[in-house]
């Protein structure tokens, strides 16, 4: 008995229903939260225009994923079970059509579990209960059985079907042996014709430099750094590649950003300036401070025959417009679609699994080197894109390449091999592998304000800690591949490179002034946890290589600096000054050393009492989507509150002055506190009142930037917050109003 076209038609149809009902099983769960998410980021009261025509092409081209992979391999699976169930000698059995469809729902069953549990394996945070299999999906012995299985599987199921049809097989081969001689002479011909066409189109290397190349690592902390140079490595080996960098570079012991978001810290590096006078104050600012109103590092060095480029690989928060002064832009695209499709990040496990590689990136190219989708991203895709870059740059007299890894960056997603480090030494856990679990466990708990137990919150806070160690732990990887990628180019030698972070992370620590709830960045000014970064420079030929600066130094030093040990003309308008004397004599000046500091968007949780509100209610009402690009902007109109809004500091060696904006008879005023950071490192106890003559003089220094915004913004309405926020520990706010 044969099979007909309807049997085959049938085979498709059923691959692609089935494909449907397992992910829409996988869901099913989350649908309701989910569709809560975009109805309220699509509501009129919102006004974010969020662009409906183009949610449901999304679906529409996401369902017709399933509908032709799900036909496919359908299909597929049902010739493999069309040999399983024949036999070798002229087909007389009529239970034939009962044993090929047996054979194809064993093929479908197989390739499902097979799915499902390779990518719990590899990528444990798509599984919202994972940790529940942690023994499992965080072992790395379960990898290893897993992806034999997975290579093993089909070969057993060759070597069956060539026994089974031995004779079949073997007949036309005797006959026809020059035509697989013959494929696989082309083939050969074209992998060598292919191979020497590439070496043949290699420019010889004709790069002189100094290149200069900037590496960003998103939320790394120093003091999570295991390099034996520092004061205090930490303990755990995370950061061994960083680590090897390290000894062939300048270190700055104290080095500090002004914001802790990614936007404004960026563009203070690439400025030379503070916040105020670059006028990027927000991560996806209004259109119109879209671009800084200064010159930019990247243009001058543009302007100086360089070849510059921007690599970011999460473009959620921030993208790169060329003005800045880029000749190559290589990003995630943003819109306001994908920004909604990788915050959700639906378990839509067979769509990741089929798609999240070269060619499924043809279908869907948000998922090529998009961080953003942080439960399936897959880093080696940014490396090879900045080591194709690099081979370019051989031929190229000089080039300044900037690099952002978002590899960090909460939610603390992690998947294989770093699932599989630092695990938690006892008790149950919420989640193994994703900061989700945690986070919807602290809202509940909050929500319902119910205090979370001794036993709860050591659970809690080391499993954040171990799943910032492994993200840690990956990103140093991920940053020792590119170095690998610049030394195999031949231009480790003539470059300097800088690696620094954009800002570090609030993590759980003993002392806080707030009631900690989860990881945060850019939120307040108290501590340093965020504002506080690695940053070291490695000069050509390794030279000053193992030199410290204990001293204070700013992100904003580093354009001046670079451009000095070019012998370049200093950027217009810089604030910050170059620190290459130090690096050269080994000897820091005597000169006070501060730094201007400011929150971004900010939360009334860590509002003190009586502060300046927001005008909005929420974060998707602030922002809005151009209709045309889709990119999300900031709403221009909350611009002058948002600013206002900001706390703000000035921190020396020695102290810290914090500026909040707060409301008093319906009067935008200023309350002041004062911190002693040698015996105070969390900003918890207001010294102003012993030291009233320091209070007034770093106020005198930070009254500039404020009277600066006053100017530009005016004060509007104001309204004050009555009361401090539920994250304020009680006695811990100690100011003397």
């Not at 500090?256 to 927000?282: E, Q, Y």
Request: proline share 6%; hydrophobic share 45%; glycine share 6%.
């Amino acid at each position: 008995m044969l099979i007909g076209k309807k049997d085959w038609l049938l085979c498709a149809v059923l691959g692609a229903l089935v494909f449907l009902a397992v992910d829409g099983f996988n869901i099913s769960g989350e649908i309701p939260s989910r569709w809560r998410q975009l109805k309220n980021f699509r509501t009129p009261s919102a006004s974010s225009g969020f662009p409906t025509a183009a949610f449901n092409l999304r679906i529409a081209k996401t369902v017709s994923f399933y509908l032709f992979c799900g036909a496919a391999v359908g299909a597929a699976l049902g010739a493999l079970a069309w040999l399983l169930a024949r036999r070798p000698s002229p087909e007389t059995d009529a239970g034939f059509r009962r044993r090929f469809w047996k054979s194809w729902t064993a093929l479908m069953a197989a390739l499902l579990v097979y799915v499902h549990l390779r990518m719990l394996t590899l990528h444990p945070a798509l599984f919202a209960h994972s940790y529940l299999l942690a023994d499992f999906a965080g072992n790395a012995m379960w990898v290893l059985v897993v992806d034999v299985l997975g290579k093993a599987a089909p070969i057993l199921l060759a070597l069956h079907l060539l026994k089974k049809f031995r004779r079949e097989a073997t007949a036309p081969l005797r006959r026809w042996w020059w035509v697989p001689a013959g494929l696989l002479a082309v083939v050969l011909l074209g992998v060598g014709g292919a191979w020497a066409a590439r070496k043949a189109a290699e420019k010889p290397f004709a790069n002189e430099g100094p290149n200069v190349i900037l590496i960003a690592l998103d939320s790394l902390r120093p003091d999570y750094l295991s390099w034996k140079g520092l004061k205090q490595p930490y303990p755990r080996p995370t950061t061994p590649d960083i680590d090897r960098f390290l000894d062939d570079a300048v270190w700055f012991d104290q080095a500090f950003v002004s914001v802790g978001r990614t936007n404004p810290s960026w563009m203070c590096i690439l400025t030379g300036c503070w916040p105020p006078t670059s006028g990027i104050r927000f991560d996806l600012p209004p259109r119109e401070w879209q671009l800084p109103r200064v010159p930019t590092l990247a243009q001058t060095l543009q302007k100086a025959g360089y070849k510059t480029a921007w690599f970011l690989d999460n473009t959620n928060y921030m993208w790169m417009e060329p003005a800045v002064g880029f000749d190559e832009v290589i990003e995630p695209e943003h819109n306001a679609l994908n920004f909604y499709m990788s915050s959700v990040q639906f378990p839509t496990i067979l769509y990741y699994f089929f798609l999240n590689n070269r060619l499924g990136f043809y279908f869907d190219p948000s998922l090529r080197m998009n961080a953003a989708y942080r439960a399936t991203y897959r880093p080696e895709f940014m490396t090879e894109a900045v080591g194709k870059y690099l081979r370019r740059m051989r031929s190229a007299p000089k080039f300044f390449q900037a690099i952002h890894l978002c590899s960090i960056h909460i939610p603390f997603c992690v998947s294989y091999p770093y699932s599989t480090q630092f695990a938690p030494s006892f008790g149950p856990v919420l989640n193994r592998f994703g900061y989700r679990s945690l986070l919807e466990k602290i809202l509940e708990n909050k929500e319902l304000q119910r205090q979370f137990s001794e036993e709860d919150t050591a659970w809690i806070f080391t499993q954040e800690v171990n799943l910032y160690n492994a993200l840690t732990r990956s990103v140093s990887d991920a940053f020792g591949a590119i170095i690998a990628e610049i030394k195999k180019a031949g231009l480790y030698d003539n470059s300097y490179i800088v690696l620094m972070a954009d800002h570090g992370e609030n993590l759980p620590e003993p002392g806080l002034r707030y009631i900690y709830g989860s990881s945060t960045h850019g939120f307040f000014m108290w501590g340093d946890s965020d504002t506080h970064v690695p940053l070291a420079i490695k000069f050509p030929n390794q030279k000053y290589a193992g030199r410290r600066m204990e001293r204070l130094v700013r992100s904003v030093d580093i354009a001046p600096t670079l451009l000095d040990a070019l012998g370049l003309p200093p950027l217009e308008s810089a604030e910050g000054v170059s620190r290459l004397r130090d690096i050269e004599t080994g000897v820091e000046d005597d000169r006070e050393r501060w730094i201007y500091g400011e929150t971004g968007l900010s939360s009334p949780s860590f509002f003190i009492a009586d502060h300046l509100d927001y005008d909005f209610a929420g974060y998707g009402l602030v922002h809005e989507i151009d209709p045309v690009t889709l990119k999300l902007y900031k709403k221009s109109r909350y611009m002058a509150n948002m600013v206002h809004v900001k706390d703000r500091m000035i921190r020396t060696e020695q102290w810290k002055i914090i500026a909040y904006p707060v409301v008093r008879a319906d009067r935008l005023t200023h309350h002041v506190e004062l911190f002693d950071l040698a015996t105070d490192r969390n900003s918890c106890n207001d010294v102003s009142t012993s030291h009233p003559a320091v209070r007034n003089e770093l106020f005198k220094r930070m009254w500039p930037f404020i009277e600066s915004d006053l100017k530009t913004f005016g004060t509007g309405a104001v309204r004050a917050v009555p009361r401090a926020g539920g994250m304020l520990r009680e006695g811990k706010n100690t100011d003397k109003r």
